[in-house]
């Protein structure tokens, strides 16, 4: 056997599980409540059908472009690279990479509210109160600590996880079916009367923008449907990564759809967008009683404290790959003798704990930190798009493929393209300036690795970053002033 290569490939099954594990998280428990936020049922399901199409083209993508361009190994940077330089990559790499950070703390939020939704743990409240905070936070750097000592999420702790999932999920699924209520369903099908359970105040919108509020929250419950990706090194066939990433993503949406629209059959959207926090565990205990909601909320907790190793340490290694790859300062590429990203991981896990006290002073609950997160995912997902919409067109990697192959790929691109220029329409303004403010923290590291490669500033990069500051000095000033609020 050659020095470096694997010797326990990955099947079909492996990444399979790899990419149904690293999509499905806390997200789908509090997703009743997170789809019902700014919409009623029509809504909702026009939503759905969106992101379903789009998540679909996306995972095409993916897939194509791993088969047709093996020798870019570093997935979402690559490619994104490839399309729009350094810049791109870095965006895209520290981009996606903050952007998980800030999904870190969004699990750390719904992580305590489910400890809150306990008698014993009432000052926990939303996982938003100050001791909520204090105790996430200390968690926070106890796990950095962890990875700091190499210690990585192991086969049976994944298992546990996986299985602390899949029986709350199940459940959930199989008694919604017989609880389901067609007359609840259909009473407020096509309403375009929304309740906004922040400032309690019925709000006039239309099912097109209903949609729109759908789509940051299906969204951030998809992102990871490119984890396939990630292990293409690891694969015994690297047609089994493209196989895994549709087989997974239809399961994914299978059961994310699933969840969201039955639960429109048990209760009203009112009441359902009123639940504490994860809202599943409150459409649990409508169903069976108490019971329900201690299962889902013991599973959750179980499943979040068991994945955030993993998750915290993939964050920090997105960032790194901008160090490995040449867009930024070769520090954040800087690893310890246990071969943890240390300086990467400093950054994100800084990421994280800025946005959870963030979270404790604006009262910013679980929906606006995934909104948060998701806005800094979606540029990314655009620009891979724009980039597999451009080889398609210049033939990069088709070589001697038939022309049917290389349509095919042209219409999921188009499609992907589509679909991720309107999440960036759907995120609206408002995030895409907190994005900016995000990128920014970035840049010295981009500029030290301008330094240190000797490189002249492009026109190009110099336009783009001055575009980016404006915009983040525009966030920041709308912060101070109170014209971006966390509603």
């Known amino acids: ?41 029509a809504g909702i399901l026009l939503g759905w059908a969106i992101v379903a199409l789009g998540m679909l083209a996306l995972a095409s993508v993916y897939r194509n472009l791993t088969l047709q361009q093996p020798e870019i190994d570093d997935g979402i940077y690559g490619w994104s690279k490839r399309m729009f330089g350094n810049v791109g990559g870095f965006i895209a790499a520290y981009g996606h990479g903050a952007g998980d950070a800030i999904g870190n703390a969004s699990y750390l939020t719904v992580l305590f509210s489910a400890f809150g939704s306990f008698a014993i743990f009432k000052y926990f409240g939303n996982g938003t109160t100050w001791p909520a905070v204090i105790i996430a936070s200390i968690l926070l750097w106890v796990i950095v600590f962890l990875v700091l000592k190499g210690v990585h999420t192991e086969t049976w702790l ?52 209903q949609s729109k509020n759908v789509l940051l ?16 090194t690891r694969a015994k066939k690297l047609s089994d990564v493209a196989k895994a990433t549709t087989i997974g993503a239809l399961i ?22 009123g639940l504490h926090a994860p809202s599943m565990a409150g459409l649990m205990e409508h169903m069976v009683g108490p019971w329900g909601s201690w299962l889902i909320n013991i599973c959750l907790i179980i499943s979040v404290l068991g994945a955030l190793i993993a998750w915290v340490n993939l964050s920090a290694e997105e960032v790194r790959l901008a160090g490995r790859g040449g867009s930024s300062s070769k520090w954040l590429n800087g690893l310890n003798k246990n071969e943890a990203p240390i300086n990467s991981l400093f ?36 620009m891979v798009s724009l980039y597999a919409l451009k080889s398609v067109i210049t033939g990069i990697g088709f070589g001697n493929q038939p022309l049917k192959q290389r349509i095919t ?24 300036l907190l994005a900016a403010i995000v990128w920014m923290t970035g840049f010295p590291f981009y500029y030290k690795g301008k330094k240190e490669r000797s490189e002249k500033w492009g026109k190009t990069e110099l336009v783009a970053w001055i575009v980016i500051m404006v915009m983040a000095i525009v966030g920041i000033y709308s912060l101070i002033t109170g014209a971006i609020t966390f509603d």
């Open 1 to 41: 056997m050659k020095k470096g290569e694997i010797k326990n490939k990955v099947g079909l099954g492996g990444l399979t599980a790899l990419v149904v594990g690293g999509t499905i998280g806390s997200g789908i428990f509090a997703l009743p409540a997170t789809m019902t936020e700014g919409a009623n049922p």
């Open 158 to 209: 994944n298992n546990l996880t996986t299985i602390a999932k899949i029986i709350p999920i199940t459940a959930f699924l199989v008694l919604a079916i017989f609880n389901f209520n067609p007359h609840i369903f259909m009473a407020h099908f096509a309403s375009q009367n929304v309740f906004n359970v922040t400032i309690h105040h019925w709000s006039h919108i239309s099912i097109f923008n």
């Open 217 to 232: 929250a299906a969204m951030w419950t998809l992102i990871g449907i490119e984890s396939g990706t990630i292990f293409a």
């Open 252 to 273: 994914v949406i299978t059961l994310l759809v699933g969840t969201s629209i039955l639960s429109l059959g048990l209760l009203s959207p009112k009441t359902i967008s």
């Open 347 to 382: 950054v994100t896990a800084g990421i994280t704990q800025v946005l959870m006290i963030v979270a404790g002073a604006y009262s910013a609950g679980y929906e606006v930190l995934l909104k948060f997160s998701t806005s800094l995912s979606i540029v990314p997902y655009l």
């Open 409 to 432: 790929s042209g219409i999921w691109a188009v499609i992907a393209v589509c679909f991720t220029a309107f999440m960036v329409y759907g995120a609206g303004l408002k995030y895409l």
